[in-house]
């Protein structure tokens, strides 16, 4: 699968945008050296289309979401750096194969046009967890196309399948094609974290770490789902799309790195692919 030229998870806070962290930006400076160094090898891969899939966008329970749409943009407006923006355009034709493959496998994926986000009072603007990433890849000097992914609360085989679709598709397409999952571990790492403090969340984080550096979708499936609640996590669902996407392919991790100095646990890791199993 030549075409699919990798994958990579990231995580999306927005004190990652220089203009928003500031000087706790030193605070992640492994995390923003990482994601940097990705970025990177991505842009010299070349890749025309990024598909990303985030946490924070319009979620559903019963369904994943893409964003239709010729043209997607956003900003850091919300937090503090109105002048922070992006726009891509939209890869319409990788979409609808990505909704055949969907409709193959049985995933519910909903288009998620203009009047439809109105009716459910919600935005086509890239949130925050799309844009964090795709700001590293525009510094990279990325300007291809986008199809822009939010995950639904479906189980997590469901998330891997919608990867498994999105992989097919990606088949499809004769272009060269990137996937980034963006999304955090543990929001409860420190007394002092955003969701509050249980000192489970370190051990999820591991677990989830050990079988990042192998893309062992097995060890994930197989955690104690007590420990995924306690973890008070965004990351996981992201994470299965995207061992769905290389469902049957031989990868490498490389560029692993994680750290969680402010409560919140950022894991950030590339994957090559070497070809199929």
């Known amino acids: 699968m030549d075409n699919l030229i990798g994958c990579a998870l990231m995580p999306h ?3 990652m945008i220089p203009e928003v962290g500031k000087d706790e930006l030193q605070g992640i400076k492994t995390t923003v050296e990482t994601a940097s160094q990705i970025a990177e090898l991505l842009k010299e891969s070349n890749p025309q289309t990024i598909v990303i899939i985030s946490p924070h966008g319009p979620v559903f329970e019963d369904a994943v979401t893409v964003s239709i749409h010729p043209r997607l943009r956003g900003s ?11 726009g891509f355009e939209t890869d319409n034709l990788l979409i609808k194969h990505i909704i055949r493959s969907c409709q193959r496998l049985g995933i519910n994926l909903l288009e998620l046009t203009d009047d439809m986000a109105k009716n459910h009072r919600t935005s086509l603007t890239l949130d925050h967890g799309a844009f964090v990433p795709l700001y590293y890849l525009a510094k990279a000097g990325f300007k291809g196309q986008i199809v822009n992914l939010s995950i639904g609360m479906l189980a997590y085989e ?3 399948t919608f990867g498994k679709a999105v992989q097919a598709a990606i088949g499809n397409m004769d272009k060269r094609v990137a996937v980034i999952a963006s999304g955090d571990l543990s929001h409860r790492l420190t007394p002092t974290a955003p969701a509050g403090y249980n000192p489970r969340g370190a051990e999820f984080d591991h677990q989830v770490v050990a079988a990042l550096k192998n893309a062992d979708v097995k060890a994930l499936l197989n955690m104690d789902r007590k420990l995924i609640e306690e973890a008070g996590e965004c990351g996981l669902r992201p994470i299965f799309f995207l061992l769905g996407v290389m469902g049957g392919l031989d990868v490498e991790a490389t560029n692993l790195s994680y750290e969680g100095p402010f409560g919140v646990g950022y894991a950030v890791v590339l994957y090559r692919i070497k070809g199929k199993k």
Request: aromatic letters at 12%; glycine letters at 6%; a negative charge.
């Open 13 to 15: 806070p927005p004190l």
């Open 76 to 86: 850091m407006a919300s937090f503090g750096a109105a002048d922070v923006t992006l």
């Open 158 to 160: 469901e998330m891997y």
